[in-house]
Each structure stands twice: as structure tokens, then as C-alpha cells.
């Protein structure tokens, strides 16, 4: 668990534990803006913890936070982060 501090309304910091995550890639807006482009890392993909459904299929969990794509969606950011929560 890594910890991330955050400032409250109040002005005070307090420290949160986090889950660790390993950077895999990054979501950015098309230059025509009509898609997003998603970019993987294929080493970092490669160390990506999966799982296997009941059909024998093997997936790889990531996560990409909504208010960040929103941010990348309406312009406001260029770029965010795809990731895999790790478990430790």
C-alpha cells in the first residue's frame, strides 16, 4: 500500500492508504477528437497479474479513472493513465 495525502475542506491533510499500481499505459483524445486512443506498454503488460473466466478465457484487469478521462474527454487534460491495481 502506498500513502496519498489529501487536503480536506478544512484546509487539513490526512494520509490515505492506496493500493500500489503498476503503470501499463495511457488514454488520449484522437486528434480529430471523435475516439480515445489507447497506448500499452507491452512489457509493462507483460507483468500485468491476470485472471481466467469460467470459460477458459485469460483477461488483465486495468483501471482508468472516469473524472480523468472526463478531464481528457473535455479538454482540460492531454493525457491520463491506464493501470493495474496491485494486490500486496
Given at each position: 500500500?502506498t500513502?496519498?495525502?489529501q487536503?480536506?475542506?478544512?484546509?487539513?491533510?490526512?494520509e490515505?492508504d492506496m493500493?500500489?499500481s503498476?503503470?501499463?499505459?495511457?488514454v488520449r483524445k484522437?486528434?480529430?477528437?471523435g475516439?480515445?486512443?489507447?497506448?500499452?506498454?507491452?512489457r509493462?503488460?507483460?507483468?500485468?497479474?491476470t485472471y481466467e473466466?469460467s470459460?477458459?478465457?485469460?483477461y488483465v484487469?486495468?483501471?482508468?479513472?472516469?473524472?480523468?478521462?472526463?478531464r481528457?474527454?473535455?479538454?482540460?487534460?492531454?493525457?491520463t493513465?491506464?493501470?493495474?491495481l496491485?494486490?500486496?
Open positions: 500500500m500513502k496519498k495525502t487536503t480536506e475542506e478544512n484546509g487539513n491533510q490526512t490515505m493500493p500500489d503498476l503503470l501499463v499505459g495511457y484522437s486528434n480529430a477528437g475516439a480515445l486512443k489507447i497506448s500499452i506498454n507491452t509493462a503488460f507483460q507483468d500485468c497479474s473466466t470459460d477458459g478465457q485469460t484487469p486495468l483501471v482508468i479513472s472516469m473524472n480523468a478521462v472526463r481528457v474527454i473535455d479538454g482540460e487534460r492531454a493525457v493513465t491506464v493501470s493495474q496491485q494486490d500486496n
